[in-house]
């Protein structure tokens, strides 16, 4: 199937979204059997294990994120027990150490820096002193992608280059501004938030905490959105999940990668370039 022609260079942009960012797998296998391919890959957050695996190899980034997030389970990506929480609690300002995240970039990058990657790639973080988003393209590639990742109070935030880092999300969830920054002349927005027409009202504080950061999270995403298709065209695909997810309950993955990919390439079917949003 040949998707609609975009202007170059096309910037692919995976947002954050911990064990939902799975379905994001399936919607790049349609993209890219469509024929669009990326000239720079922003990410955040887990979007930034998928697009850094992408700017590593993008013919085999399918098939390596597919095993990737297949095969996840908790004990990938956290490995300490009971007893190691309650003394990392007390001894410092996170739940766990974040070893494992460390782990799982270096095996499945499998490399270290930013230069040694074939297609350009960037993630973002959000600057803990300044409140800004801290664009990530150069050095250390394990470490930016710790930096991403590090959501504050459940891991580590690290200091880089002389900034505190965390979790990209809280500033820019979905990084379309930074690839426009980068250059980016159209934009492939790879969003797996969940979509919940209705969510009723929230049981508890962790309920009513979840409802209020999807609202944030999604003016951020919308507007956004609105902002880019002022100067360039965007494609977002579709194939989100519809209900919650938790964060690191990743035995949906091989069900949401299947969901996105087919509702991705039946709305490709029906994409034609000159239906794109482009500037006035």
Request: net charge neutral; aromatic share 6%; with cysteine.
């Amino acid at each position: 199937m040949s998707g609609p022609r975009l202007p170059r260079p096309t910037g692919f942009v995976f947002g954050g979204g911990a064990a939902s960012t799975a379905a994001q797998v399936g919607m790049l296998k349609a993209v890219l059997a469509a024929g669009i391919e990326p000239d720079l890959v922003v990410g955040t957050s887990a979007g930034a294990l998928n697009g850094a695996v992408l700017a590593k190899d993008p013919k085999r980034a399918v098939e390596v994120l597919t095993r990737v997030w297949c095969d996840c389970r908790r004990s990938t990506v956290i490995g300490d027990t009971r007893f190691r929480v309650l003394r990392n609690l007390l001894g410092g300002h996170y739940m766990f150490r974040g070893d494992r995240l460390a782990e799982l970039f270096d095996r499945e990058v499998g490399v270290r820096t930013f230069a040694e990657l074939p297609v350009r790639f960037a993630c973002v973080a959000t600057d803990l002193e300044s409140g800004e988003p801290a664009l990530l393209d150069e050095g250390d590639l394990v470490s930016a992608l710790h930096s991403t990742c590090a959501i504050p109070g459940v891991f580590p935030v690290p200091r880089r280059d002389g900034r505190l880092l965390a979790d990209g999300a809280y500033v820019a969830n979905v990084p379309i501004r930074q690839a426009l920054s980068l250059g980016a002349a159209s934009l492939v927005v790879f969003d797996s938030r969940p979509r919940i027409t209705h969510r009723g009202d929230p049981k508890d504080v962790r309920d009513t905490m979840t409802f209020a950061f999807a609202a944030a999270l999604k003016q951020q995403y919308e507007r956004d959105v609105e902002h880019a298709r002022a100067s360039v065209p965007v494609l977002c695909p579709p194939g989100q999940p519809t209900s919650h997810i938790k964060g690191f309950d990743f035995t949906g993955a091989p069900a949401m990668i299947a969901t996105a990919e087919a509702a991705t390439a039946a709305w490709l079917g029906h994409v034609v370039t000159e239906e794109l949003p482009h500037p006035a």
